[in-house]
């Protein structure tokens, strides 16, 4: 990040023009700097002015969050195009105008902040300073710092951090003045206030970090600091670009954290969700992208949903949600994804089982596989019959629960989490609902009674209509249902998948799942017909499959339009890739040759849409074929993984072995012919063996300079392992690459093909090592590869076995 440079010898100019100049300047009502990076006693913020650091690296002055109608003074990245604001003054206090607000420093050496109305609303209480130069001054750290004339701080905004902890802040307390800092979250992304979450150290003085809630509930702990790192705290021990200090003498105790490249801008934020994120900065796609996130499961946050919300970790849409007779507190915080205003009940509770006018009162809605709530109240009883009857005879009694004894809880319920079978710790609760609320209850059975009778009279009189313009509008209807919303799933008949393909005349490809073939609906978009072979489904249980898979999208992944399925026809519609197959370009003596920054973003989205469907996804789904030949372009040869949630779709047992489970010799992970359970390393496997032909845009087998066919991985690792990396390269990119990239892509490629599932990177960490945000070291040459190669003594000379345990043993540990 560098600023422009500035001609300091400005060409002399007219009054009369320079007067013309400033004056159409100070006419434009937009947001301008006053061209310093620091506020004085004769220098003051006001409405639409800045100052901004040294080099440009941070802004400070008013500011508006989100769609909020309110005021404050922030810093904020200057040269990222997002808005991102590191530290708030009022965030407690905000102004709504700023037309004659000041922030401005006094000759005593305070901060403070003037709303339009001259009224105090936020200041430093910085000491008192008796220098007349005294001024505060924007460090391209981030840090705002008054100093007096002496050049000596008096105070800085690194000592009163807000939700953010910038790289060289801290967390810690002084222990002279008793003044500690810890970090709180926003109450929600428009309003800067203080919210329920912080971080700070255990009691103000402990060698180790907590997240609270409400400064009384711990819900994650970064463990002791054992003089080199945090042991809770992930990838703490390993090859980071962060440098983390902690200090503790006689008069502070602090933990702090600096980076080891400039160029790398990152910060750490608890966010109104209560979770404690690392995000970077990537500047190729102008995004935050995490790199942590604490705690996980993002569950075990204290209150996440607030009160009478549960929390459900394989949601596919909100992790929050209201039980039945609930509705959220605040449905505009909930749009913000911020739940900790909870739930409240539609309807009052009766206190009793009739109420006074002799209708039903409160009933009991069972809520299996829960974890139950925090703080419960015990009582001795003898059978659940009891425990529920002692719950409905206390007004204040919101739920019970028995399990090896009778637990009640009074007033609001929180973190409630909905738990799976298998999941430990899970059990029955009985909450408290008023009968009109209750799942087909009296009332609510006769309101769906009455919507269903009304519905099905709409439905009737409409058809009756339909009826008649049936055959005049019946191509108008084919096209308007090929352009539903793109979320929604189009069921076609085999009869459209006839007409739009020319009856399957133009085959794309095939493979082990049936045969591709283009077509056009009726709305002219163009689009890939795959006939499905060898299915063993029931109709249902197909379409429920295909409804997953349709669910799943992302940037990287071949997204499905719709499907047919008429008896044994079954048929899956995808979005057509013009592109083509990246097998074709790699392996295509006709085909445009890929340079190399292509093929590394080919790699990057690859990997990218592996992680979706591994860590992202409701349930991991595991590929099982991944090859050039299942990756395909669009027009501007964005990479989309295909053919994802086939094996499931066919109903393949995946603890079954080769036998059973196809996939493609040359990428096959040892664990398919050994028998072993097969997990989503498997892809991994297969995707290193996919980078040494994207490197060297050779197939696995190649042939040699005798003419013999060679196993190219094997030779390819050796290469790497003597770091020979440009041996490698596509010989028809001469070249032309980025050392840098071409390294990392070699030493993952080597890591992905390991021996051992254990040794081999998550896709996750494939694309933090892409990215540059790990860094990762020399691999191993894997033991398979060692005997196909043609001379053995020349490698275990290489790398005798001592050396290849201690390569692994000092990699990064991929199996945490």
């Not at 004056?23 to 937009?30: K, P, T």
Request: net charge neutral; proline share 4%.
């Amino acid at each position: 990040m560098h600023s422009a440079p500035v001609d300091s010898k400005m060409r002399p100019c007219s009054s009369l023009s320079l007067s013309l100049f400033f004056f159409l300047f100070s006419s434009l009502n937009i947001q301008h700097c006053i061209a310093t990076d620091n506020i004085s006693s004769r220098r003051s913020l006001s409405e639409n002015q800045t100052i901004v650091s040294k080099e440009g690296n941070f802004e400070l002055g008013f500011f508006t969050p989100g769609n909020s109608r309110n005021y404050y003074v922030g810093i904020w990245y200057k040269k990222i195009p997002v808005q991102t604001v590191i530290w708030v003054a009022n965030r407690a206090t905000p102004i709504t105008n700023t037309s004659s607000a000041e922030f401005k420093i006094s000759e005593d050496g305070k901060l403070f902040l003037l709303s339009s109305s001259k009224i105090l609303v936020w200041s430093s209480n910085s000491t008192p300073s008796t220098s007349d130069s005294t001024a505060a001054v924007l460090l391209d750290t981030g840090n705002l710092v008054i100093r007096n004339g002496w050049n000596t701080t008096i105070w800085q905004s690194f000592d009163h951090p807000t939700d953010t902890l910038m790289p060289g802040g801290w967390i810690g307390v002084n222990k002279i003045t008793g003044e500690y800092q810890s970090v709180t979250s926003w109450e929600n992304p428009e309003n800067p206030a203080p919210g329920p979450f912080t971080l700070s150290l255990e009691n103000g003085r402990s060698k180790q970090f907590v997240l609270l809630w409400n400064y009384s509930e711990i819900y994650w702990s970064s463990g002791l600091w054992n003089g080199q790192y945090f042991p809770e705290v992930p990838s703490a021990n390993k090859n980071t670009p962060f440098n983390v200090t902690f200090v503790d003498n006689e008069q502070r105790t602090y933990g702090m954290y600096t980076i080891l490249y400039s160029s790398f801008i990152t910060r750490t934020v608890i966010g109104s969700s209560g979770l404690l994120m690392q995000w970077y900065w990537l500047d190729s796609t102008h995004e935050w992208l995490s790199i942590s996130s604490l705690p996980l499961p993002q569950c075990d946050v204290y209150s996440l949903c607030g009160t009478f919300g549960i929390c459900d970790q394989k949601s596919s849409d909100n992790i929050c949600r209201c039980s039945y007779g609930f509705e959220p507190a605040s449905m505009k915080e909930w749009e913000l994804k911020v739940w900790s205003s909870g739930c409240v009940r539609k309807t009052s509770l009766q206190c009793s089982r009739k109420s006074s006018a002799g209708e039903e009162g409160d009933r009991f809605l069972e809520m299996t596989n829960m974890r139950l709530p925090a703080n419960p109240h015990n009582l001795t009883v003898g059978s659940a019959k009891y425990c529920e009857q002692a719950c409905l005879n206390n007004c204040s009694c919101n739920a019970y629960a028995y399990v090896s004894g009778c637990s009640f809880w009074i007033g609001d319920l929180r973190n409630l989490v909905q738990l799976y079978d298998g999941d430990s710790g899970a059990g029955t609760l009985y909450l408290r609902l008023a009968a009109s609320d209750f799942p087909g209850s009296g009332s609510s059975h006769k309101l769906v009674i009455d919507l269903t009778l009304s519905v099905i009279g709409g439905i009737l009189g409409i058809l009756c209509v339909l009826l008649g313009l049936f055959w005049a509008f019946q191509r108008s209807k084919r096209i308007r249902m090929a352009k539903q919303v793109e979320s929604s799933l189009i069921l076609f008949t085999y009869g459209d998948m006839q007409r739009a393909t020319k009856h399957f005349s133009e085959m794309l490809g095939s493979g082990g799942f049936g045969s591709v073939f283009k077509g056009t609906l009726v709305d002219s978009t163009d689009v890939a017909v795959k006939k499905l072979e060898g299915l063993r489904q029931g109709e249902k249980q197909f379409r429920t499959e295909v409804s997953t898979l349709a669910a799943i999208q992302h940037v990287n992944l071949v997204r499905l339009r719709g499907f047919c399925s008429e008896g044994s026809k079954r048929l899956l519609v995808y979005e057509f890739m013009s592109g083509g197959s990246l097998a074709y370009h790699l392996f295509q003596n006709n085909s445009a040759v890929l340079c190399w920054k292509m093929r590394y973003q080919i790699i990057l989205g690859i990997a990218r849409g592996l992680t979706y469907l591994h860590e992202k996804c409701r349930e991991c789904i595991i590929h099982c074929d991944i090859k050039p030949d299942n990756i395909l372009l669009d027009k501007d040869f964005c990479a989309k993984v295909a053919d994802f949630g086939m094996a499931k779709l066919v109903d393949r047992d995946f603890s079954r072995v080769l036998t059973t489970m196809r996939g493609t010799v040359g990428y096959l992970a040892p664990e398919w012919i050994s028998g072993l359970p097969i997990t989503s390393k498997v892809d991994v496997y297969s995707f290193g063996m996919m980078l040494f032909e994207l490197i060297s845009g050779q197939r696995n087998t190649m042939h040699s300079v005798d003419g013999s066919k060679i196993f190219y991985p094997s030779w390819a690792a050796t290469k790497i392992i003597e770091g020979d990396i440009f041996s490698l390269l596509d010989h028809r990119l001469n070249g032309a690459a980025d050392i840098e990239e071409l390294t990392r892509v070699c030493r993952v490629a080597c890591w992905c093909i390991q021996d051992s599932e254990g040794h081999r990177p998550a896709m996750g960490q494939v694309v933090h090592i892409l990215e540059g945000v790990l860094v990762v070291s020399m691999p191993p040459l894997p033991r398979a590869l060692q005997h196909l190669t043609e001379d053995q003594s020349h490698i275990h000379n290489h790398l005798s076995s001592t050396e290849y345990e201690d390569a692994l043993d000092q990699s990064l540990d991929f199996n945490h």
